[in-house]
């Protein structure tokens, strides 16, 4: 199995890859495998696996209160890599974030991907729990995205927490994280975001992931003003085809993202569901044609469960 930034350097032209989320909790994987297959035809090179930390539900209880509960609906990013790396052979790439874990629970988790040989993590902080009104470190835990590189990128070295350890085995693991060629929410502005951008890769991670975007002019501007601030790793584009028409609203709000007028009207001219799905599919061809043209390292698209408008984009370009 390889790294995914040995793919990339060991590329002739760009690379298909894709991102999917684990099965909601009693779902059968066998789902997301039929999903999976169809794309396989199109070579990804690697499949990343979203990380779903708990949230509090809230539970009627027989005396009429309510009873507060953290739950996980959607458990198993780590099985379902191991699972997705045995049955296709294909690399995976689970995430990883800092919300709800101590860094001893960190260095549990990459002790379990290093002994299945899973040598790729996209490290990422994570968003708050919801009802939470911004990202609560968890007690012992990272506080942002680039001490969690570091600690990734400590065990890479055979610096593991405890300093009592005898010659401790160092991991390899290739590490990615994530850029925001539209700003991180929380950021005051791009410039103090790729500040902080620069300390990941500083502290040892090797490529980077975009949010998706609909205008590819923000993704090339972004990469641009990443290399005005010395960042020179890989910049993988993150590609989401558009599949129904409530996503005009939802994308925006839950991403942060913009939306560009022609596709807003392509969208709202649509009749029928299939008809949005295939503006989303001419739409994402579209943006992928010309970032391939501009000879990005690999596209990135979001399957969010989905997979048909992805098979339909990847036959027209891998
Ligand atoms: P960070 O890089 O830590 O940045 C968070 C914010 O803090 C930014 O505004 C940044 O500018 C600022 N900042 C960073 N470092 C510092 C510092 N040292 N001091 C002060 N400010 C700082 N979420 C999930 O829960 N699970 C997933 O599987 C998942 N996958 C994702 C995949 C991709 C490709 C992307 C783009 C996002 C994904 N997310 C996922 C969402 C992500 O967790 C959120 O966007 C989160 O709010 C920020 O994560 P980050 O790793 O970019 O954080």
Same mark, same amino acid.
């Given at each position: 199995?390889?790294?995914?930034?040995?793919?990339?350097?060991?590329?002739?032209?760009?690379?298909?890859?894709?991102?999917?989320?684990?099965?909601?909790?009693?779902? !059968? #994987?066998? $789902?997301?495998?039929?999903? &999976?297959?169809?794309?396989?035809?199109?070579?990804? +090179? =690697?499949?990343?696996? /979203?990380?779903?930390?708990?949230?509090?539900?809230?539970?009627?209880?027989?005396?009429?209160?309510?009873?507060?509960? !953290? #739950?996980? $609906?959607?458990?198993?990013? &780590?099985?379902?890599?191991?699972?997705?790396?045995? +049955? =296709?052979?294909?690399? /995976?790439?689970?995430?990883?974030?800092?919300?709800?874990?101590?860094?001893?629970?960190?260095?549990?988790?990459?002790?379990?991907?290093?002994?299945?040989?899973?040598?790729?993590?996209?490290?990422?902080?994570?968003?708050?729990?919801?009802?939470?009104?911004?990202?609560?470190?968890?007690?012992?835990?990272?506080?942002?995205?680039?001490?969690?590189?570091?600690?990734?990128?400590?065990?890479?070295?055979?610096?593991?927490?405890?300093?009592?350890?005898?010659?401790?085995?160092?991991?390899?693991?290739?590490?990615?994280?994530?850029?925001?060629?539209?700003?991180?929410?929380?950021?005051?502005?791009?410039?103090?975001?790729?500040?902080?951008?620069?300390?990941?890769?500083?502290?040892?991670?090797?490529?980077?992931?975009?949010?998706?975007?609909?205008?590819?002019?923000?993704?090339?501007?972004?990469?641009?003003?990443?290399?005005?601030?010395?960042?020179?790793?890989?910049?993988?584009?993150?590609?989401?085809?558009?599949?129904?028409?409530?996503?005009?609203?939802?994308?925006?709000?839950?991403?942060?993202?913009?939306?560009?007028?022609?596709?807003?009207?392509?969208?709202?001219?649509?009749?029928?569901?299939?008809?949005?799905?295939?503006?989303?599919?001419?739409?994402?061809?579209?943006?992928?044609?010309?970032?391939?043209?501009?000879?990005?390292?690999?596209?990135?698209?979001?399957?969010?469960?989905?997979?048909?408008?992805?098979?339909?984009?990847?036959?027209?370009?891998?």
């Amino acid at each position: 199995m390889a790294k995914v930034i040995e793919h990339i350097k060991n590329a002739k032209s760009t690379l298909f890859s894709l991102e999917i989320l684990p099965p909601s909790t009693g779902e !059968s #994987i066998q $789902k997301l495998f039929d999903n &999976v297959a169809p794309l396989m035809e199109f070579k990804p +090179k =690697f499949i990343d696996v /979203t990380y779903h930390r708990e949230e509090y539900v809230f539970k009627k209880m027989p005396n009429g209160l309510l009873e507060q509960k !953290s #739950i996980r $609906k959607r458990p198993g990013t &780590v099985s379902i890599c191991a699972a997705l790396m045995h +049955k =296709f052979n294909v690399d /995976t790439v689970p995430h990883i974030i800092c919300g709800g874990f101590t860094k001893e629970e960190t260095e549990y988790a990459l002790i379990d991907l290093n002994f299945l040989g899973i040598d790729n993590v996209l490290a990422l902080r994570g968003d708050s729990i919801k009802g939470q009104k911004s990202f609560e470190p968890t007690p012992g835990g990272h506080r942002f995205a680039d001490e969690l590189v570091s600690q990734i990128h400590d065990m890479n070295r055979g610096h593991y927490l405890s300093d009592e350890l005898q010659n401790p085995t160092p991991t390899k693991f290739c590490i990615g994280v994530a850029g925001y060629p539209e700003k991180h929410f929380e950021s005051p502005n791009l410039k103090t975001d790729l500040k902080y951008l620069k300390k990941k890769i500083e502290n040892g991670a090797d490529y980077i992931v975009t949010q998706m975007f609909f205008d590819n002019a923000k993704y090339f501007d972004y990469v641009e003003k990443c290399q005005a601030e010395g960042i020179t790793v890989p910049i993988i584009p993150g590609l989401k085809p558009i599949t129904t028409k409530s996503q005009i609203f939802n994308l925006p709000r839950n991403f942060f993202i913009d939306m560009p007028e022609d596709l807003i009207d392509a969208i709202e001219k649509c009749r029928t569901d299939d008809d949005v799905k295939n503006v989303g599919i001419e739409w994402a061809i579209h943006q992928s044609k010309e970032l391939i043209a501009n000879k990005v390292p690999c596209l990135h698209f979001y399957s969010m469960g989905k997979s048909t408008s992805i098979q339909h984009i990847a036959s027209k370009l891998f």
